[in-house]
């Protein structure tokens, strides 16, 4: 099913991060990508601004897969990305940048949200656009955590 008119088509293009959801071979890892260079833009923000942008991209992209879940007909469809995004934002919340760093949050991400632990699993049965978002909010959060963790151990 595609979008009918140019509300849903954009509403569609965020949901999929920018069509990186129609990657046919790991579209959560493309998504996630596309939250990687996002950060790159927002990483230099001050705190509450980077806070500020978090909650938009999860407002919106509450509402984006939302609708996007209903023009495809499709319960959290793998082509809808924007809690990959999401997720990876919030991973790297107050992480300081090094490409280390970042690379080190895209693989724990991608491994929080694959794997799922308690109780992110759960979280994926909350209906509708925030049902798509939390469980990778939860995601972002684990790993932020283990990051945080790690990069204090590391300075010592």
Same mark, same amino acid.
Not at 14 to 27: C, K, L, R
Not at 119 to 131: D, M
């Given at each position: 099913m595609t979008a009918k008119n140019t509300r849903d088509a954009i509403l569609l293009f965020?949901?999929? %991060?920018?069509?990186?959801?129609?990657?046919?071979?790991?579209?959560g890892t493309a998504g996630t990508v596309? %939250?990687?260079l996002l950060y790159l833009f927002l990483r230099d923000l001050d705190p509450v601004w980077y806070c500020a942008a978090c909650t938009a991209v999860f407002v919106t992209g509450s509402r984006a897969a939302d609708r996007a879940e209903a023009i495809l007909g499709q319960k959290d469809s793998p082509s809808i990305v924007i809690d990959e995004i999401a997720g990876f934002l919030i991973a790297m919340f107050l992480i300081p940048f090094t490409r280390g760093n970042v690379a080190a949050g895209f693989i724990l991400f991608r491994a929080f949200d694959i794997v799922k632990p308690?109780? *992110?699993?759960? *979280?994926?049965?909350?209906? %509708?656009?925030?049902?798509v978002m939390m469980d990778d909010l939860g995601a972002g959060v684990y790993t932020n955590i283990v990051l945080q963790v790690a990069v204090r151990l590391l300075v010592r």
């Open positions: 965020i949901a999929q %991060g920018a069509y990186s959801g129609y990657m046919p071979i790991a579209p596309v %939250g990687v308690w109780p *992110l699993k759960r *979280l994926e049965h909350i209906p %509708g656009g925030p049902g």
